[in-house]
């Protein structure tokens, strides 16, 4: 079992609208390490912590888990859409996007502060300087941390 860490803005699809949808596809990646995760890492039952960023109290609001493996992201064909990419053809997709399901949200958020304070937490990948993927891979120790913080 592989555990990761998923970043989105609460105000453009937050672990609350995860739980209302039920699923969710991760489209938009346009970042190449994060896209190489989906693509070639990110399997099914997979988990993920899901951590709002660009809000007043970043952090891992809840869990999900990859419902359906890598397949090309819809958006770069669109030329209406933000994430269009007039180099990806459909025999020849540049981008990648797995399916995101909910599994809980956290009955208290793990504030990024309280990732940084936590030592059994500070060597997690989110925490190196100048790391701003939006998908980085989790260890599995890390991710038990955050789940017994976040329902404790």
């Known amino acids: 079992m592989k555990y990761w860490l998923m970043k989105s803005e609460p105000d453009v699809f937050s672990i609350d609208d ?3 949808k039920k699923k969710t596809s991760w489209d938009g990646v346009r970042n190449y390490q994060a896209r190489n ?3 070639d890492d990110m399997k099914k ?5 899901y951590y709002h960023s660009n809000c007043d109290v970043p952090g891992v ?3 999900g888990k990859v419902i359906k493996e890598s397949h090309p992201d819809h958006t770069q064909f669109d030329p209406k859409s933000d994430y269009y990419d007039p180099k990806a053809t459909k025999e020849k997709p540049r981008w990648f996007m797995v399916e995101v399901g909910f599994v809980e949200k956290f009955k208290t958020p793990v504030s990024l502060a309280e990732i940084k304070e936590v030592k059994a937490l500070e060597d997690m ?8 993927l939006s998908i980085t891979p989790v260890e599995n120790k890390h991710f038990e941390k955050v789940t ?5």
Not at 45 to 49: I, P, Q
Not at 125 to 132: A, E, F, M, Q, V
Not at 148 to 152: D, E, F, P, Y
């Open 125 to 132: 990948l989110i925490l190196r300087k100048g790391n701003r």
């Open 61 to 63: 609001y809840g869990i």
């Open 148 to 152: 017994k913080l976040g329902n404790s």
């Open 37 to 39: 995760f989906m693509r």
């Open 18 to 20: 995860l739980k209302s």
């Open 45 to 49: 039952d997979h988990l993920v912590l």
